[in-house]
């Protein structure tokens, strides 16, 4: 069954972060998720002059607004009636019982909706995200001090006519209360699969966010003869690279956790960065299954047909009695919730399938295009957050 997120609170509270971490880890979980955010559409239509556009005592403004957002909803249900869609998330503050209602009334019945609600009084939070809208589009060419202070004025406008949602509103909800300090669920004794998605990610909320390093391992005796898989040690060539890896990292920063795989090239890579590592099973190279210890040249002769399901198929491609793209996601979904909320920057140690999942989860990466990203030997891939992603920037030692 399709599913419907729709989004309610105040401006300024977070809702987009929230909207975009689950668009980001949902369709890298290979579910087909589309934000509609009604500040962008309205960009689009409409002319921002002030906050005086927010005052809900003014009707024609009201009516705007409203026209405005149900133009949007109803892209957004023909969105989801397509074969392959299947969450839409419906960004906007919905701070009203009434608009509330109509959105439920106007949505198909085979469609679950489930709000989720962003409260916060933190005021650290609150200005900075006060300062991330007041450098947004809608105030162009116009001075800082009044930006802030024309966005304070329509956090008020809201806050005249901000209903909290309540149980007797008879629909499924989930409160989260200063990012990640409580939550409350009113799911109305009905769980889908995708709430259960949902609230994991839901959970693992950090807006505290640091640095990411991801590096492969030194050159392998195996990557010198092509050959796929196997537990091979270091060339001459790998055994530099780690010596130059620890040297640039240990000189770039100070306090970090690393991380590798149990595999003897990626141990002996990060062995040149500290003593203090956090071997990991779930970073192992994709089990290649019978292709492993033979070259790419020879797996094309001896299994032709398995060549060319995965040349024509690489996401979806699982290697007999081994793995697939899919499944290394499934693998490495604790994994990246773990270092998301890891308050250290992290380096990663590992193999370029694994690379390819772990980037294209932070990068926010189309699932179909993971198995084709550049993972590159002897590179330091930095990632560093943003409002929403992270930006990369790679580096060749």
């Given amino acids: 069954m399709k599913q419907i997120i729709i989004m309610v609170g105040l401006p300024a509270r977070g809702k987009s972060f929230i909207s975009n971490k689950l668009l980001k880890y949902l369709n890298w979980s290979n579910i087909n998720t589309k934000i509609f955010n009604v500040g962008n559409y309205r960009r689009t239509k409409y002319k921002y002059n002030t906050s005086s556009f927010f005052d809900h005592n003014i009707k024609e403004n009201k009516n705007i607004r409203n026209t405005l957002a149900l133009e949007l909803y109803n892209e957004l249900l023909e969105w989801i009636k397509k074969d392959n869609n299947t969450i839409a998330i419906f960004d ?17 019945s085979n469609i679950n909706i489930l709000f989720i609600e962003s409260i916060c009084d933190l005021p650290s939070i609150i200005n900075k995200n006060i300062l991330l809208k007041s450098n947004s589009i809608d105030y162009k060419n116009v001075e ?45 004794n009905i769980v889908t699969n995708y709430d259960k998605i ?3 990610n839901l959970l693992n909320n950090n807006i505290n966010r640091k640095k990411i390093y991801l590096s492969r391992h030194g050159e392998s005796l195996y990557n010198l003869e092509n050959k796929i898989g196997g537990n091979s040690d270091l060339s001459n060539n790998g055994l530099l690279y780690s010596k130059k890896l620890g040297l640039y990292m240990n000189k770039t920063i100070k306090k970090y956790e690393l991380y590798c795989s149990t595999l003897i090239r990626t141990i002996n890579t990060s062995k040149e960065l500290t003593t203090n590592i956090h071997i990991c099973k779930c970073l192992d190279e994709i089990n290649a299954g019978i292709c492993e210890h033979k070259t790419f040249e020879e797996v094309e002769k001896i299994y032709s047909e398995e060549f060319i399901k995965r040349k024509y198929d690489k996401l979806n491609y699982r290697y007999p009695s081994g793995e697939s ?14 270092i998301e909320n890891n308050n250290n920057i992290v380096i990663i140690v590992a193999h370029q399938a ?11 990466i189309k699932i179909e295009d993971i198995p084709h990203i550049k993972i590159p030997l002897h590179t330091i891939i930095e990632l560093n957050p943003d409002t929403y992603n992270y930006n990369s920037k790679y580096i060749e030692l």
Avoid: H
């Avoid at 290394?328 to 990246?336: D, G, Q, S």
């Fill in 325 to 338: 793209y899919l499944d290394l996601i499934e693998r490495l979904r604790t994994f990246v919730f773990d």
């Fill in 198 to 200: 949902i609230i994991n």
């Fill in 92 to 108: 906007a503050t919905n701070t009203s019982i009434e608009r509330r209602l109509n959105l439920c009334k106007i949505t198909p």
């Fill in 354 to 364: 694994i690379l390819r999942v772990i980037y294209g989860f932070f990068m926010g």
């Fill in 144 to 188: 800082k001090n009044e930006a802030y202070t024309d966005f304070q004025k329509r956090i008020k406008f809201y806050e005249n006519i901000y209903i909290p949602i309540d149980k007797q509103e008879k629909i499924r909800f989930i409160k989260i209360i200063n990012i990640n300090e409580e939550f409350i669920l009113n799911l109305n």
